[in-house]
């Protein structure tokens, strides 16, 4: 971890769980810390769920949005290499037009009332695609009854962001199911062990010069720009939205090598407009190249930026290592919300915006 430039200017405020509570009435510090029993939680009720094996030779469609999508997008980083059909995301109105009846739409939608997932998963079935659905209820759960379609139950009461993790292994497991990559069942278990001591050493009992309370403080008053590269490019993109909808501030996120190509160009002016940061998400098997790249951008933004970080996944497979980068970011969010004195919960905004659209 590095400090470039002008550095941040740190809070002294406290990151302990009760000076969280004070911010977060609705506890979503605690679904971020119990991301290793969702992950066991999920296992289970996709296994519950499902009790066939389809094989879709056109492979699997995820269609969600915002963070419903993002447990297709993590899943794909996962399953890196080792995925032998297409898998991808679509976080629209409708599917890709190479959607056949081999493919495998996973309609993911943790409402099962987002407009967007719910035109899609129509669309599949006119399509005559298979069809499954990951969610708590609300109209997708509905009509997927009554259409036979099976339905992976989400348990409720969380933001929909915070069943990142239920959302990453539906997607993983039908996946698996569908024949588009391997079985990841018991790298998930064992991911989440794992990931227990990582809760403890990021979490609110930790020192407050832990990883995660340092990182918040330092991005705290600046404009984070978070940077991943092939498995940790997803993670860059939930980094954002994290930030955005916990602690109610701009992010914005880019992967290496593309922003090598124009972003960078823009940190020349980075400190005339503000106090922009920047988050590089490393990881140990990226490419040598991608690797050099983090290196030189950024010591060539150093100068432009409030503060640097160079973070890098932890864990040896790749699910663990994605989630562990998702626990950093989702409880660096909820750091700085607390240190922002803002409540993580509530995301007024997005609720006001798809109340005007249900008049229309
Ligand atoms: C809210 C959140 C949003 C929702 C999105 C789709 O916590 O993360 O991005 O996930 O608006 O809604 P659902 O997930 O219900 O389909």
Known sequence: MSDGGATAAPTAEELSRAAIARVDPSNQLGDVLALPEHLRDALWRVESAIMQD?????????AGMGGS???????????????S???????????PPWTTPDTMVLCASYSGETEETLACYESAGALGAKRTVVTTGGRLAEMARADGVPVIPLPGGFQPRAAVAYMIVAALEVAALCGAGPRLTSEIDVAASHIEQLVAEWGPDAPEDSLAKELARGLNGTTPVVAGA??????????????NENAKQPCFSNELPELDHNEISGWEGAASIGRFS????????AHPRVKERMDLTERLIAGNAAASY???????????RVISLVLLGDLVSIYLAALRGVDPGPVHLIDELKAALAQR
């Open 54 to 62: 389809w094989d879709t030779t056109a492979g699997l469609v995820v």
């Open 85 to 95: 059909r297409p898998i991808f995301v679509t976080r629209a109105y409708g599917l």
């Open 310 to 320: 160079r973070l890098e996944t932890r864990g040896q497979t790749a699910i663990e």
């Open 69 to 83: 999508a993002i447990g297709g997008a993590l899943a794909r980083a996962a399953m890196g290499d080792h995925a």
């Open 230 to 243: 092939g498995l940790t490019s997803p993670i860059a993109y939930r980094w954002k939205t994290q930030i």
């Open 278 to 285: 920047a988050v590089f998400l490393d990881d140990s098997d």
